[in-house]
């Protein structure tokens, strides 16, 4: 099953993120897990899901992930500004895989929200991306 790139997928993508130096000037880090005292704003990884969607030919699987930005400053801003960063990064991006090639990574959609549950305001985007790899 070619859904085993998933790994090597979130690595790359991580990669991509980690090396773009218009988001590094804009974040403080882009992180897997944020550590305890990880200043915003950042980026972080999100959840995921893959599917099989081989054909009689070809190995494929169909990736479905999150990148989530979260931002401190007062408004909205800062985290659609991030996630245009983000977007840029990523969007019809080719991403090296090892044992795998990427044939697809679109942007599908985002959303913002403001997250007051920690007791300070913080403001949530979520962006949405699907890749299709194959096995080669």
């Excluded at 859904?3 to 218009?22: H, P, R």
């Excluded at 992180?31 to 009689?56: F, H, I, N, Q, R």
């Excluded at 070809?58 to 960063?85: P, T, Y």
């Excluded at 044939?103 to 300070?120: M, P, T």
Aim: overall charge negative; glycine content about 8%.
């Amino acid at each position: 099953m070619s859904g085993f790139a998933i790994a090597e997928l979130q690595a790359a993508v991580f990669a991509a993120l980690d090396a773009d130096t218009a988001l590094a000037a804009k974040v403080a880090g882009v992180w897997d897990e944020p550590d305890a005292g990880a200043l915003y704003p950042y980026v972080t990884m999100g959840d995921g899901e893959v599917e099989e969607v081989s054909t009689k030919t070809e190995v494929l699987s169909s990736h479905q992930f999150q990148i989530n930005i979260w931002s401190d400053a007062a408004g909205r801003m800062e985290c659609k500004e991030i996630m245009e960063l983000v977007h840029s990064a990523l969007n019809n991006t080719s991403l090296a895989l090892t044992g795998s090639r990427l044939v697809l990574l679109a942007f599908l959609g985002s959303s913002d929200e403001r997250d007051d549950a920690s007791g300070s305001v913080l403001y949530h985007g979520t962006m949405t991306f699907k890749a299709l790899v194959e096995q080669i």
